[in-house]
């Protein structure tokens, strides 16, 4: 309810109904943030084009959850640098030889050698698609 | 112990970690208005850029060698210094953020060097920023070893004890040395004194006689002897400054006037986000110091206490450009001006008068429905009639890029 009081200005009177019988039961809320983001610190965002990871679920116009603080594994999912070029693949490593796959066919793995400039940012750990 | 970590070129480290292609190019960052540089990689400190340099001085370099310029994003630096202060914490509980880019911290236990190398990879993994860490007994001297550490190439130094403090100090020019400043410097070279171990070894009393106690507090910690304390606690802010350098030179009173009730309003903002009351307003305006000769010099400046602490939009405002009034000469051609205020106090805690309680009241009302409104439909949609605000040909900012951690629509585009 508003009124207005002797000063000319709007002020928001407090109702005094019966008390909500949940008014003292505090159950926490859902929030995504804490389901997808273990490291606040060390996650970043990334929105993503192209065709070549579709095989893991991930597609164009996706945004994927980063966490830098993350020890990528044999076959995880990463985000690099590769020659100064921001890169989203699957990590493989066999007998001494470091692989980016893609997870479509249409493209060959980029085997990494020592003259090339390459690091690990981080490990994908969720997509986001939105359907609206 | 006491350790110092400090970024290495902060504002240009935070640029390349959305520019992985300018890993090894020379960057430099430029200040509000793209004025002065004020980071430089290495590379660009190869050039021979200095800092604080006039970016017209440098213009040739640049050209000549493909410097990549950015314009300063406040937005995006202070969103990863709040990261990298956070992660710290891992490391110790007690930590005193020092600056943007610098941080204190207390740590208690064995194997400094190896805790100090750790900082450095974990900081560098998590948030991607190279740091430094200088380890030492006290502030001061592990502000030394955070030099020696920067050109060190595991970026981490740490000071053992005290006879390798004096080695080290042996070789530190006293200008070197944290809280001295320029004036007491200049004074000790004046007397002889040139390096950080001739200053420690000053007689105390001559020290107190001639200089001060914060002069005999920074011998002391050379000593290894601890004055300053690692304060968690962030030390409240004692002053807010707006100020900016005019693209081109104004002139006209007129102009000036709206520009200086933009930056009244903004620190006014300021000054209500952080819930605090200002006693001393302070307006300042400066002539080209780089464009015009000796005589048409000037540096006005002027301040103004209240009767009562005020966070007032309007009081401050009015304020402000009756000392702009004051200060204005005509004829000059003016670069730079600035809002000031001084001595600040949480808005519960102020000297009241018992005269002004009512009108107080409705201006306060008045106050938080312009911040309300401003909050919710976009910045500056309440503006008063002096103002300029929406004048966007005010600040330039050529060279911004984009907010990447603030906003959904500016984050990173990688084509996978």
Known sequence: ?132 | MIFLVDCNNFYVSCERLFRPELLLSPVIVLSNNDGCIISRSNEAKQLGLKMGEPVFKAKEIIKNNNVHVFSSNFELYGEISNRIMSQLKIFSNNLEVYSIDEAFLEINSEDYKNIGLNIVKNIKKTTGIPVSVGIAETKTLSKIAGNIAKKSLDNCFLIENNWMAKKILSCTPIKDVWGLGSQYSKFMINNGISTAESFMNMDRNWILNKLNINVLRTRDELHGIKCHKVSSCSKPKKSIRVSRSFRNDIDNYQHLEKYVSDFAFLACKKLRKENKRVKQLQVFILTNRFKQSYDSKYFGTMSYEFFVSTNNYIEIIKHSLILLKNIFKDGLKYKKAGVIFNQLSPVDEYQSSFMMNNIKKNNDLLMDKIDYLNDKFGNNKIIFSSQNINDKSKISKKKLSPNYMSSWNNILNLDI
């Open chain 1, 1 to 132: 309810m508003y009124f207005r009081d002797q000063n000319n200005f709007f002020s928001i009177a407090v109702s005094a109904g019966f008390p909500s019988p949940a008014g003292d039961l505090f159950a926490s809320q859902l929030n995504l943030e804490d389901y997808l983001v273990k490291n606040p610190n060390s996650t970043i965002y990334v929105r993503v084009s192209g065709d070549s990871m579709r095989g893991v679920g991930i597609f164009s116009g996706d945004i994927l959850i980063v966490d830098k603080s993350i020890n990528p594994k044999n076959t995880s999912i990463i985000l690099c640098v590769l020659d100064g070029e921001f890169l989203v693949k699957k990590l493989n490593i066999n007998n001494n030889s470091t692989n980016l796959v893609s997870a479509n066919k249409k493209y060959e793995p980029i085997i990494v050698t020592e003259y090339n400039d390459f690091r690990i940012l981080g490990v994908v750990v969720a997509s986001i698609k939105k359907f609206i």
